[in-house]
């Protein structure tokens, strides 16, 4: 799931922001170099939080989930210079695109923060902090228990006998009832 929405952030940004590079953050951040004339734009899944359980028993785990993804946006300059964007021009254009974005299954996507991270090589890096709220529900394994065939209730006017054919494979219930 989580690679989804990375990509359908990826995607999102690469639709609303022209002329700038766009991808997931690297494995390997240490070797990371930005080439891009303009603006780099990195998304990176940060982790989730979950509500304490909402069901009962017997039911799938069902939570609320809250996720982050930070993304980064890595320019040459910080502000407008000779007719180029900088840095806060392009977390403008991020906050723009992606807040109130659905990715599906998921509640509209809202910021939370931005900040300034680094100047590194004469490359300025900034963050933005963006989260959403999914459903998370747990795989649900049923206990196997044995099928009750036959009952008799014993009463004021003699023993009531029931008896069920079941075929599993059908999950047909035929019911006979006798009194004695």
């Not at 490359?123 to 709220?133: D, M, P, R, S």
């Not at 459903?135 to 008799?152: D, I, N």
């Amino acid at each position: 799931m989580i690679e989804v929405w990375e990509n359908s952030i990826i995607e999102r940004l690469k639709a609303k922001i022209e002329n700038v590079h766009v991808q997931s953050f690297p494995d390997n951040p240490e070797s990371f170099q930005h080439h891009h004339a303009k603006c780099t734009i990195l998304v990176q899944y940060k982790g989730s939080n979950y509500s304490s359980e909402q069901t009962f028993e017997n039911d799938p785990v069902c939570q609320d989930r809250e996720s982050k993804f930070v993304i980064y946006v890595i320019t040459k300059n910080l502000s407008r210079l000779k007719g180029h964007y900088g840095n806060y021009t392009y977390l403008d254009e991020v906050k723009k695109a992606l807040t109130g974005f659905k990715i599906h299954g998921s509640a509209r996507i809202i910021p939370v923060e931005d900040s300034f991270l680094d100047n590194i090589k004469g490359t300025w890096w900034y963050a933005i902090l963006f989260k959403f709220k999914t459903t998370s529900v747990g795989v649900y394994e049923t206990e196997e228990l044995p099928v009750l065939t036959k009952q008799t209730y014993k009463g004021p006017l003699g023993d009531t006998e029931i008896i069920k054919e079941v075929n599993k494979e059908e999950l047909v219930w035929n019911i006979y009832i006798t009194v004695h």
